[in-house]
C-alpha cells in the first residue's frame, strides 16, 4: 500500500547548490503534507508543511511546493549545506482522521562541501 | 519546542517475553501516537491515543499490542509476547491539535 512514494532513494548535491526532493501520493482524500527530516538513531523532525488549500509554503532555506492535480509534492532547500545531509521523509495526512501520517519511503540526501 | 522522552532508547529482549516502551509528553499535549521503523523501512503509523481512548489503529496493531496512559502522565506500549519481526525502532510522538506531530527520539527494539 505505497500512498506515498518517494522514487528517489539518495540524492547529492554541491554545497550552496539547490537541493529538490520529490514525493508522489495516490490518495486525494490527503489534505496535509509535512516533510521530516531523520538522523540516525533520533525522531523524525519537522521541517515544513503545507495544506491542500496552498501550493506554496516557505520558511527560511526550506519552500515546499504542491501541485494537486498531479499529486506531487516538492522540497527546495536553498542555499544547501552539509549539515542539511540527512534522510527526508515527505508524510501525508487527512485531517479528519486523527493526524495519521502516512510517510514515504524517505531520500538520503548527501550535501558535499 | 521540548522533546518528548521515551525510555529505554534501547531494549533488547527474548521471543516471547513482554515489553513496556514508555513515552513523557507534556501534559497539555492531547494526542499521542506510536509508529515504528523497521530497519530500512518507512515509518508506519501504529496507534493514537486521545482523551484516553485509541481513536484510530493500523493493521498492525492487533491484540499483541495495547496502549495506556494510566498516570496521566506516562504513555505506554506495551507487547505482550514478543516476536522476532517486532524488532525495529518505535517512536512516539505527540500534538496539542493543529500542530504537525513531533517526534521522540525512539526507543530501539531488538527481539532475539
Known amino acids: 500500500d505505497q500512498q506515498v512514494k518517494q522514487n528517489s532513494p539518495s540524492l547529492s548535491v554541491q554545497e550552496g547548490r539547490i537541493s529538490i526532493l520529490n514525493c508522489d501520493y495516490t490518495?486525494?482524500?490527503?489534505?496535509?503534507f509535512l516533510w521530516y527530516k531523520k538522523y540516525p538513531a533520533e525522531g523524525p523532525t519537522f521541517l515544513i508543511s503545507i495544506s491542500s488549500i496552498k501550493d506554496k509554503n516557505e520558511d527560511g532555506r526550506f519552500t515546499v511546493f504542491l501541485n494537486k492535480s498531479a499529486k506531487h509534492l516538492s522540497l527546495h532547500i536553498v542555499p544547501s549545506q552539509p549539515g542539511d545531509s540527512a534522510v527526508y521523509f515527505c508524510a501525508a495526512a487527512r485531517m479528519d482522521s486523527s493526524y495519521k501520517l502516512i510517510f514515504g519511503s524517505g531520500t538520503r540526501l548527501l550535501v558535499r562541501p | 519546542e521540548p522533546e518528548v522522552t521515551q525510555t529505554p532508547s534501547h531494549q533488547v529482549t527474548q521471543m516471547g517475553q513482554e515489553v513496556i516502551l514508555r513515552c513523557v509528553p507534556i501534559?497539555?499535549?492531547?494526542?499521542f501516537y506510536w509508529y515504528r521503523q523497521i530497519l530500512g523501512q518507512k515509518v508506519e503509523f501504529l496507534v493514537s491515543f486521545y482523551n484516553n481512548e485509541i481513536s484510530e489503529k493500523s493493521e498492525i496493531f492487533d491484540d499483541q499490542f495495547s496502549v495506556e496512559r494510566p498516570d496521566g502522565s506516562n504513555f505506554t506500549l506495551k507487547i505482550r509476547s514478543t516476536k522476532l519481526e517486532d524488532s525495529a525502532m518505535y517512536f512516539c510522538?505527540?500534538?496539542?491539535?493543529?500542530?504537525?506531530?513531533?517526534f521522540g527520539n525512539g526507543t530501539r527494539l531488538t527481539v532475539t
Open positions: 510522538a505527540r500534538t496539542t491539535g493543529g500542530s504537525p506531530l513531533h
Open positions: 490518495n486525494s482524500m490527503f489534505d496535509y
Open positions: 501534559s497539555n499535549h492531547l494526542y
